[in-house]
């Protein structure tokens, strides 16, 4: 689509997209906060309250290519309104929820709805913008994913200290179903770019859910089993080996769930590798700071979310302004910058565990994070072509799902300590690693970020 056959709604189309897209953002940082809450009334343990939020970003994650394949081989538009309705009725069932394992569930059905929604309003987005004015949008993307992230922590905490957590799943509801009748109205019928119809590669779909599953699984098991216990060698052992597998069936597949091919093309694989750290330390930021707030120090849900206010306007101040810069900067030297001010804000927190410390270091720490999605989003997605934008976005999104689900599982089991006790050490060692993770990130982005990119000819 060029410009002079632009869609002439396709920003408020980005608007009401944005905000489907939000709630699902919201629904990884809004259910951090009612956690404690949670907790309380059902009974949860350690490791269930992290499945909590793994649960929902590894459904999420695992079948986030699989949302991208029929996306590509059906339509972007029916994909996105059919994954809408579903995210939105389970957000329901999980208000309803009584019991862990009813609570769990919900959460997995709300990732399948996701799934099928994300990557393809994302698709949509690739498919309704060209050239500069595609960057312009995502950005403004990235910006409501980012921002959104730590606005559902003040949210989680109006809703948790008022109707109560329930409401938290509830909210999705009404929402949903308006933004889904506005869509199904405003949007351009998208033609699929498969011409032909290949089968689904469920198989390939399960192999990368479960090996992922398997990973996750180990890294909470970890907190309380320990790094180095057998479980825990046998079930990284088996995550490694499904991924092999995986790659293995999607070069014999006669309809492989994705190209494994893209995953070595530079952009995509920095854009993975960045999405993935800034997703990885902002859930880090929430589940410790959540935790900090109100089991340490005993404030109440409002206060917390109220404290994380200035989280969500310096993660939306570093997507807009990087934004602004990609275009003349380009990506390498935003990225290194990035994850520079991620780790010097995550440290402030791991050197001095006072309430004005960690709400300085994570809002310093947010800034660096909110340009990282804008670098990731704009690299990745950059240079991809119109038929290849679903798969594209399917990717992208994958890995920022499965960041959130390696950042809660890495921080829950470091700091496991402080969150069955009551010291400070864990939450202090969870800041550190978080850190670390970072600085070890801006020497990988230094190496592998390409500079300016280019829109492919005939995109402007």
Request: charged share 10%; hydrophobic share 60%; glycine share 14%.
């Amino acid at each position: 689509m060029n410009q002079s056959g632009a869609h002439p709604a396709r920003w408020r189309i980005l608007g009401l997209l944005g905000v489907a897209q939000l709630m699902l953002i919201l629904d990884v940082t809004v259910v951090a906060i009612a956690l404690p809450h949670i907790e309380t009334d059902l009974g949860l343990t350690r490791e269930a309250m992290t499945w909590t939020v793994s649960a929902y970003t590894l459904t999420f994650g695992g079948l986030m290519l699989l949302g991208g394949r029929i996306s590509d081989l059906v339509g972007a538009k029916g994909v996105m309104l059919a994954g809408l309705l579903v995210f939105t009725a389970a957000s329901l069932a999980t208000g309803l929820a009584g019991s862990a394992a009813m609570l769990v569930g919900g959460r997995i059905a709300q990732g399948v709805g996701a799934a099928l929604l994300s990557p393809a309003a994302l698709s949509l987005v690739v498919a309704l913008f060209d050239g500069e004015e595609r960057n312009r949008a995502l950005g403004v993307w990235s910006a409501l994913g980012g921002g959104g992230a730590a606005l559902g922590v003040l949210l989680g905490g109006l809703l948790t200290a008022g109707p109560g957590w329930s409401w938290v799943f509830y909210v999705n509801v009404p929402i949903g179903l308006v933004i889904a009748v506005v869509l199904a109205v405003l949007l351009p019928k998208v033609r699929p770019w498969a011409s032909d119809r290949p089968r689904l590669d469920v198989l390939g779909a399960v192999l990368v859910t479960a090996s992922s599953a398997s990973l996750i699984y180990a890294l909470i098991a970890a907190g309380e089993r320990g790094w180095l216990t057998p479980l825990t060698g046998w079930l990284v052992l088996a995550a490694v080996a499904g991924y092999a597998l995986f790659v293995l069936w999607q070069r014999r597949a006669r309809s492989p769930l994705m190209d494994v091919r893209m995953l070595v093309r530079r952009p995509v694989a920095t854009g993975a590798f960045l999405i993935l750290m800034a997703t990885a330390l902002m859930i880090a930021v929430f589940f410790l700071g959540t935790f900090y707030f109100q089991q340490a120090l005993g404030y109440g849900a409002l206060r917390t979310g109220l404290l994380f206010l200035p989280v969500a306007v310096a993660t939306m101040i570093g997507a807009n302004l990087t934004g602004r810069l990609i275009g003349r900067w380009g990506g390498r030297a935003l990225a290194v910058a990035g994850l520079a001010v991620a780790a010097a804000g995550m440290a402030v927190p791991a050197l001095s565990m006072h309430p004005v410390s960690v709400v300085a270091g994570v809002s310093v720490a947010a800034a660096g994070t909110g340009a990282m999605f804008v670098v990731a989003s704009a690299t990745a997605l950059g240079q991809v072509a119109p038929q290849e934008a679903g798969i594209a976005s399917g990717i992208v999104s994958t890995f920022h799902e499965f960041g959130a689900s390696l950042g809660a599982a890495v921080v829950s089991s470091v700091a496991a300590a402080s969150l069955v006790g009551d010291t400070l050490s864990g939450f202090a060692g969870g800041f550190a690693v978080a850190a670390v993770a970072a600085a070890i990130g801006i020497v990988v982005a230094a190496l592998v970020t390409p500079g300016r990119v280019r829109p492919l000819e005939g995109q402007s």
